[in-house]
Structures are given as C-alpha cells and as structure tokens.
C-alpha cells in the first residue's frame, strides 16, 4: 500500500512538473511536501519507467472516475486527466495525453477514413502528435471550418493534422453556421459540398470536441456563430453545442430555427461509429454529460474537473 500510494503521488509530481510546467518548488507547495521530496518524487516516477515521451500513471482518484464513466455512459474508454490549476496548462495536459491515445490509434489502424472536428482541445492534441507518416489514412473537416467573415478558424484543425501525419486531409469551405435557412440551403446547392459532406459520413471514426455555454466556447469567441443565435440558445436553456446542434441539460435539441443552420454533420449522423471526444477547459461537465446522454461518444478524454461535474 505504501508502495501504491508514492507511485500514485509520484505520477502527480511527474504530472505537474512535465505536463502543467510547474517549478519543483511549485509542486512542494502544491502537493504539501518539502521541495526535496517533490524531487524525490520526480525521480521515484522515472525509476518506476513513469516518465517517458508520454507521462504512463494512474492517478487513483482519476482512475475512479474513469471506471464510474465508462460504467454509466458504456464507453469503450476514458481517460481523466489530473487537474492544474492554469487553464492553458490544463489544455497542455489534454493535448498530450490526447495526443498518446490518437498515436496509438492511428498505428493500429489502416486504410480508414477519419472525421475531424475543431476545437482548442483537438488543436492542442495535433500540436502534441509526433510527425509520423500515416498516408494509409484519410482525413475530413465533419463541419464547416469558415468564420461569419470568411476568414480561417484558429481553431479548425484539418490543415494541422494533414501535416502532422503527412496524409491526404479534406476541408469542408463554408461556415460552420449558415446566417439564416435560406444561406444554408444555397450553401447545401453545391456539388462540392454535397460530396464532402457525404464523404464525411463514410468516416469510420470520428474526433470531435464539445463547447460549452459556460466556458467561452471557440464557436462564440471566433465568430463560427451568429451572436443572435447564440443569446437565443443561452436564453433557451443550452448548456453547450455538440456537433452544430445547441443541446439542453438532458441531452436534447434547443428547438428552435436557429439550431437548424449547423453546415456540417450531426450527431445522429455519426452515431454507431468511433467518437473520440477530447474535452479540455474548465467547466465543461454539465456541456459533456449532455453529449454523453445523445448516446454517441464511444471514447472520451477529459478534464479532472470537469469529470467531477459529470458524476455531481
């Protein structure tokens, strides 16, 4: 037991240290130990093969929430990453180990394609893959990835993960919202949209993310919606938008005309495929615990906090 209990405290150390960016005198502080017991710890993770490119430990606590998820929700896999407490380390965290479940994905599969949403998490993700070639797959946007203004999302990361893996990748070029039903319905006319959406939905697995009203979602900040559209869905009761679609807290679509302009795929259109949602930030329970409850997601990597505002 005592043996359990450093390895578990060490993987935190390790965790706070590689992944959060902490100083060893931060790590004392944050863990309540001397700062040569933190460095005593660091050192205790790397001799028990902890540290590698990937950090590889289970933290108890998290490793609870994991199995209570994946009991509740029936996913295939989760993983709960250690909270820290800066939110732009915290989206660090996800990215990496993100980025070691995709890796290890992406070399046990061959000839698939692969639906790519958007997202800070997802951006961080691609920014912590390794370059490997992986031209025996194919990758396509499963929305639109233009702002209201017609300009690049920040955030939209088919482009990232194409050169990343050096494989052929496919952008969807419209917005991710239409402005009104009559836009949108031009915007569906064209045959290359038509063809790339419906090549999206031969995808055989799928990596999205999952916004939530409450944490300053990407859609809201870069534009991708409409700010009327947004204060209808806030004042209708969303608590976070999943695939283009603004759901309420029981997993069920805002009705409202607004929350029909989505240019991309629904959740209904994925569903019975792998959905790797990858859910960094603060906040984000009650936003994925209505994801989840669309019976969708397969495999989801996730927060600390967040986890715990799922399992409230």
């Known amino acids: 037991m005592k043996t359990t209990n450093q390895l578990n405290l060490a993987t935190k150390a390790a965790w ?47 490793v609870e929430l994991e199995e209570k998820l994946i009991e509740k929700y029936q996913l295939n896999s989760c993983s709960v990453v250690p909270l820290i407490d800066n939110e732009i380390d915290e989206f660090n965290a996800i990215g990496t180990v993100a980025a070691n479940f995709i890796h290890q994905l992406f070399k046990q599969i061959q000839d698939k394609v692969i639906g790519i949403g958007k997202g800070r998490s997802l951006s961080s993700m691609v920014g912590h893959l390794p370059h490997t070639r992986c ?34 990748a496919f952008f969807l070029p419209v917005p991710y919202m239409a402005k009104d039903k009559q836009e949108k319905q031009i915007l569906l006319s064209q045959q290359g949209v038509i063809h790339m959406l419906n090549f999206a939905k031969t995808a055989d697995i799928y990596i999205v993310g999952i916004g939530s009203i409450k944490s300053n979602a990407h859609v809201h900040e870069t534009g991708l919606v409409e700010e009327s559209t947004w204060n209808t869905m806030v004042a209708k009761g969303a608590v976070g938008d999943f695939m283009g679609e603004f759901l309420d807290k029981k997993g069920e679509n805002i009705i409202d005309p607004s929350n029909k302009l989505a240019l991309g795929l629904s959740h209904n259109d994925i569903k019975g495929k792998q959905v790797i949602a990858i859910v960094g930030g603060r906040d984000k329970g009650v936003a994925t615990r209505a994801a989840l409850k669309t019976n ?5 990597i996730i927060s600390e906090e967040s986890a715990k505002q799922i399992m409230c």
């Open 135 to 168: 031209d025996h797959l194919q990758f396509v946007s499963v929305s639109g990835g233009l702002t209201r203004k017609f300009s690049t999302n920040p955030y939209d990361v088919i482009h990232q993960i194409s050169e990343r893996t050096h494989s052929d």
């Open 16 to 62: 706070l240290s590689y992944i959060g960016g902490y100083t060893q005198t931060q790590v004392a502080k944050r863990l309540n130990v001397s700062t040569a017991k933190a460095n005593r710890l660091i050192a205790f993770a790397h001799a028990n093969n902890v540290v590698k490119i990937f950090i590889e430990g289970e933290i108890v606590e998290c």
């Open 296 to 300: 969708t997601i397969t495999d989801l």
